[in-house]
T-cell receptor, first 117, second 114 residues
Framework: AQTVTQSQPEMSVQEAETVTLSCTYD???????LFWYKQPPSRQMILVIR??????QNATENRFSVNFQKAAKSFSLKISDSQLGDTAMYFCAFMKRDGGSQGNLIFGKGTKLSVKP | NAGVTQTPKFRILKIGQSMTLQCAQD?????MYWYRQDPGMGLKLIYYSVGAGITDKGEVPNGYNVSRSTTEYFPLRLELAAPSQTSVYFC?????????????FGPGTRLLVL
C-alpha cells in the first residue's frame, strides 16, 4: 500500500520570501504521479502542481516548483515570493499511473502554511 | 465550464436520517470520485466510478451508496446517518489523456450529524 507523509504540520513565512514544504512517500510502483493541492479557508481543493514519476525534470508553475527525488521518494514544494493569498493547507498526494480504476489519490495529512505580512 | 459542482454546501442531519449529496461535472470526464475529509486529515476515497453504470468501493465505503446513471452525475447516498459521518465531502472528476490523469475537485459539502 502507498503512504504519503508530510512531516511539517504547520509552517509560516514572511511575505515575499521563499518556503519549502516537505513530502515523502512510500510505494513499490514505478509509474505514478505526484501532486500538490492547495486548500484555502474556503475548503476548495485547488491543484497547484503535478509531476510524472518518469520525468526527471522538476515541474514548475510560475512561483511554484518541486524538487522530485525519485530514489529518495521525496517530493518537496518550493513557493517563491510568497503572497498572502498562498495562506492555506497544502496536501501532497500520490496516484498510480494505471488509470481510473487505480487512480484514486492517496493524500498526506497536510501542512498548514501561514504567510505573514 | 462550471467544472465540478456540489450541492448542498452545508447540511445538518439527525442520527438515522438519510440524504443524497449531489455532484455534477460538465467536462465529460469518465472518472468520478467521492472523498471525505475529517478534521486535520487528508482526503480518503469512499467510492469511485470509471464510467456510467460502473462503480466500485474505495477505502471507506461503509454507510454510503452511489450510482452513476449518466456521465455527468455521481450522487452519494447516506443511509441512516451516524455521528462518524460528520465530515467534509468532496467530489472529483478526471479524464485520462496523453498527459495522464489529474483530478479536479468540487467545492465540498460540509455535513454535520447530530
Amino acid at each position: 500500500a502507498q503512504t504519503v507523509t508530510q512531516s511539517q504540520p504547520e509552517m509560516s513565512v514572511q511575505e515575499a520570501e521563499t518556503v519549502t514544504l516537505s513530502c515523502t512517500y512510500d510505494t513499490s510502483e514505478s509509474n505514478y504521479y505526484l501532486f500538490w493541492y492547495k486548500q484555502p479557508p474556503s475548503r476548495q481543493m485547488i491543484l497547484v502542481i503535478r509531476q510524472e514519476a518518469y520525468k526527471q525534470q522538476n515541474a514548475t508553475e510560475n512561483r511554484f516548483s518541486v524538487n522530485f527525488q525519485k530514489a529518495a521518494k521525496s517530493f518537496s514544494l518550493k513557493i517563491s515570493d510568497s503572497q498572502l493569498g498562498d495562506t492555506a493547507m497544502y496536501f501532497c498526494a500520490f496516484m498510480k499511473r494505471d488509470g481510473g480504476s487505480q487512480g484514486n489519490l492517496i493524500f498526506g495529512k497536510g501542512t498548514k502554511l501561514s504567510v505573514k505580512p | 465550464n462550471a467544472g465540478v459542482t456540489q450541492t448542498p454546501k452545508f447540511r445538518i442531519l439527525k442520527i438515522g436520517q438519510s440524504m443524497t449529496l449531489q455532484c455534477a461535472q460538465d467536462m465529460n470526464h469518465n472518472y468520478m470520485y467521492w472523498y471525505r475529509q475529517d478534521p486535520g486529515m487528508g482526503l480518503k476515497l469512499i467510492y469511485y466510478s470509471v464510467g456510467a453504470g460502473i462503480t466500485d468501493k474505495g477505502e471507506v465505503p461503509n454507510g454510503y451508496n452511489v450510482s452513476r446513471s449518466t456521465t455527468e452525475y455521481f450522487p452519494l447516498r447516506l443511509e441512516l446517518a451516524a455521528p462518524s459521518q460528520t465530515s467534509v465531502y468532496f467530489c472529483a472528476s478526471s479524464s485520462i489523456n496523453d498527459l495522464g490523469e489529474t483530478q479536479y475537485f468540487g467545492p465540498g459539502t460540509r455535513l454535520l450529524v447530530l
